[in-house]
């Protein structure tokens, strides 16, 4: 069965640091892939995604995510980090799953950000 | 177009009582999905539609859970009866396809005392 980790639960970093959240998946082929994101009191609001060509994609708010096969990755960056992105970030991975298709989300990585 | 819609927002009920929850997808979207969220389980799928079919409902807790979609605009998600343990803010979702982006709604809060 496919499965996806974020293998960080909580990251604090300060105001203008650059950020990287990781996200890893067990699945054969290549699945899609996408990041959200999640404010307090809000629904989860989609980032970025992956379904194939260039492996470095661009998506809202300034942030970026590369896919990397070989390590079955699809790690979020963003080169400078607002105060407004502290939220939880999830990591979702949609593939064919036994009989039908399927989209798992992981665990979600806590963002905070110290002024 | 609105975004996905859900009511109510809040619920507060009584253990034992029957809670209905009510999604309104976006308009052309073939796919829907229900999921739970608390602090303990974190985001749970527990049924997703396509064509308004239930495909998957292996995430549904129990037997006293059960979602239906009786149209392309509207699903339903009823718990009866409720219990504490219940208490969890449920999203609704849907995607122009199963495995496509999907976009959430804001969410209902349900508390069960």
């Known amino acids: 069965a496919q499965s996806v980790t974020q293998p960080d639960i909580h990251i604090t970093v300060s105001e203008g640091a650059s950020l990287e959240l990781r996200c890893n998946y067990s699945?054969?082929?290549?699945?899609?892939l996408f990041w959200y994101v999640q404010s307090p009191g809000q629904g989860l609001q989609l980032l970025l995604k992956y379904f194939s060509g260039d492996t470095l994609v661009q998506g809202i708010k300034g942030f970026e995510a590369e896919f990397k096969r070989s390590q079955s990755s699809f790690n979020l960056r963003k080169p400078s980090v607002h105060w407004s992105d502290a939220a939880e970030y999830f990591c979702a991975v949609g593939a064919l799953e036994t009989s039908y298709d399927k989209v798992i989300f992981g665990p979600g990585t806590s963002l905070s950000v110290i002024p | 177009d609105a975004g996905v819609i859900q009511s109510p927002r809040h619920e507060v009920t009584e253990m034992g009582q029957e809670v209905t929850l009510r999604c309104k997808p976006i308009s052309g979207h073939n796919s829907l999905f229900w999921y739970r969220q608390t602090m303990m389980r974190g985001l749970e799928l527990l049924i997703y539609f396509n064509n308004n079919v239930p495909i998957d409902d292996s995430g549904m807790p129990e037997d006293r859970f059960s979602a239906k979609m009786p149209n392309a605009s509207f699903s339903t998600l009823k718990i009866q009866p409720s219990e504490p343990r219940d208490s969890a803010v449920y999203f609704c979702?849907?995607?122009?396809?199963?495995?496509?982006?999907?976009?959430f709604g804001p969410g209902t809060r349900l508390t069960v005392t």
């Open positions: 699945y054969g082929a290549t699945p899609y």
């Open positions: 979702a849907s995607s122009p396809g199963v495995l496509l982006e999907q976009y």
